[in-house]
């Protein structure tokens, strides 16, 4: 017990130093002077044989100093001002496309990492840029742009939602500059990882197959469901998504994923034990490199792989240390993504709902008589409570017609990506494209129907005029609170 104590002190400390570092900047001096606090706490309470409740707060006390000096040293060492001699000037920039390209309907958004300025070397630096659609810009591409460099401005709070921090959510990517509009020309392609491209290809190869044998709006959803390509969708039917509660299936957030790994576990469960984990995990994985693998999908991968890994343990509360642990590593490699990382905050959230919640409600939902049903309705109940807060907080609004509509569009979603997936490998086969085209077309027109169903209802979303960052807090610890009332109870019988 003591040494749960001590690492959940130890972490919880850590990721509260990191918090009131990035709020506040305080600084590597008061990092070490909470160092040195700690370490006089803990030498008075072996002196005074105190009990384990002093090392505890100095644990924490450590952890506080640690994500305190991480978060600083984090922070001094970004290129936040490489290219601030340069604002507001029209410059010729060169260098490579670093990430794959954010197609939307007038324009497409990359991630440029230039190497030179009006041809002087530079540190490698990230910048946002605008890019008209043609020429077809793609992952790897060596370019020429010209244009103007600004710095990113946030967005002004709107509809009772919090004032969206625009310039923090692109620095936790190390872009700290824009270029609006630009003028471009490609150079040469190539120019990025082998893998990555290889990846690229085959996923707009897919994208190609799917959109040649499936109509519309059917494949763009087929494409969001399977591939993460949302834009195709248009604003009109992605807000029909959101108001349905259902956005989580064609935008590869975290919450989606641990979602999608939990139903996949549920289905492979009628294999061996060995054989049901191997088998999620492979599964969970090849999801993440078909969709691109990048960095918000690889975070809330390996949240998902956690929970399935854990879950052979056969304990919650190692299971939980080990969810945990994995959190805070991935905030101590990037202290920027707990504040500014809302998927990463989703999916941690999704994953400690399906680790402390599920297992303490699971006993009052026997009466569902289909296992697979009964994990899918536990779990959308489970996480949907557990993100509320962060949606509440973030967005002001969360969907309540989406623990209806989740209950019957989820248990459809691995049929349907299944499905999809066939096709868009068999779609120049004739034959055997048309007889698996027809029961693809059926399920996402199904999907498409709930969705439109669940938009159009009139108590479709609460709205918070006010839900700021104390409401945040009782609502977790209120959600704390029942999972210790529900574990005691759970205990005593």
Not at 16 to 40: D, H, K, N, R
Not at 91 to 109: F, I, M, S, Y
Not at 284 to 302: C, D, K, P, Q, S
Not at 429 to 436: E, F
């Amino acid at each position: 017990m003591a040494t749960a104590e001590n690492f959940f002190g130890f972490t919880i400390g850590s990721v509260l130093g990191i918090a009131v570092e990035s709020t506040y900047t305080l600084g590597w001096p008061f990092a070490i002077l909470l160092g040195f606090l700690s370490v006089l706490i803990a030498l008075l309470a072996k002196r005074s044989g105190a009990s384990l409740r002093g090392f505890t707060i100095a644990i924490l006390l450590l952890g506080c100093s640690l994500g305190i000096f991480r978060t600083d040293v984090s922070r001094n060492n970004r290129n936040m001002h490489s290219l601030d001699s340069f604002m507001g000037e029209t410059v010729q920039l060169n260098g490579v496309v670093v990430e794959e390209p954010d197609a939307r309907e007038t324009n497409t958004n990359i991630i440029f990492e230039t190497h030179s300025v009006n041809g002087t070397t530079v540190d490698a630096t990230r910048i946002l840029v605008n890019a008209p659609t043609y020429p077809e810009i793609q992952y790897g591409d060596e370019l020429s742009i010209s244009g103007k460099i600004i710095t990113p401005k946030n967005f002004a709070p709107a509809d009772g939602q919090q004032a969206f921090d625009y310039r923090a959510y692109l620095a936790k990517d190390d872009i700290y500059y824009k270029m609006p509009f630009s003028k471009i020309s490609i150079v040469d392609h190539g120019k990025g990882a082998w893998i990555m491209q290889k990846l690229f290809a085959v996923k707009h190869v897919l994208l190609k197959n799917i959109s040649s044998i499936i109509p519309e709006p059917e494949s763009s959803l087929a494409g969001g469901i399977v591939l993460g390509t949302k834009q195709s969708l248009g604003k009109e039917l992605m807000k029909k998504f959101r108001d349905a509660g259902l956005a989580h299936i064609v935008v590869l957030s975290g919450y989606n994923i641990t979602v999608v790994a939990n139903v996949i576990a549920s289905a492979a469960s009628f294999l061996p034990f060995t054989a049901r984990l191997a088998s999620s995990a492979l599964g969970i994985i090849l999801f993440a490199l078909m969709v691109g693998g990048g960095a918000t999908v690889l975070r809330a991968t390996l949240m998902a792989l956690v929970i399935i890994i854990a879950r052979a343990v056969g304990r919650e509360s190692d299971a939980l240390r080990v969810l945990v642990f994995v959190g805070w590593v991935m905030v101590m490699v990037n202290p920027a993504i707990l504040l500014s990382d809302v998927s990463f905050q989703l999916s941690f959230m999704a994953a400690l709902s399906l680790v402390t919640f599920v297992p303490r409600i699971e006993k009052y939902f026997l009466f569902v008589k289909y296992e697979v049903l009964r994990e899918i309705l536990v779990t959308t109940i489970a996480t949907q409570l557990f993100v509320a807060p962060i949606l509440l907080y973030q967005m002001g609004n969360f969907s309540l017609v989406g623990f209806v509509a989740n209950i019957f569009v989820l248990p459809i979603v691995p049929l349907a990506m299944l499905l999809v997936a066939i096709v868009s490998v068999v779609s120049m086969i004739p034959l055997l494209g048309a007889l698996v085209v027809f029961p693809t077309q059926l399920l996402l027109a199904y999907i498409l129907r709930v969705v439109d169903i669940g938009s159009r209802a009139s108590f479709a979303n609460v709205h918070v005029a006010s839900f700021g960052i104390i409401a945040l807090v009782i609502s977790y610890i209120i959600i704390f609170l029942a999972c210790v009332m529900l574990s005691n109870s759970r205990n005593e019988k």
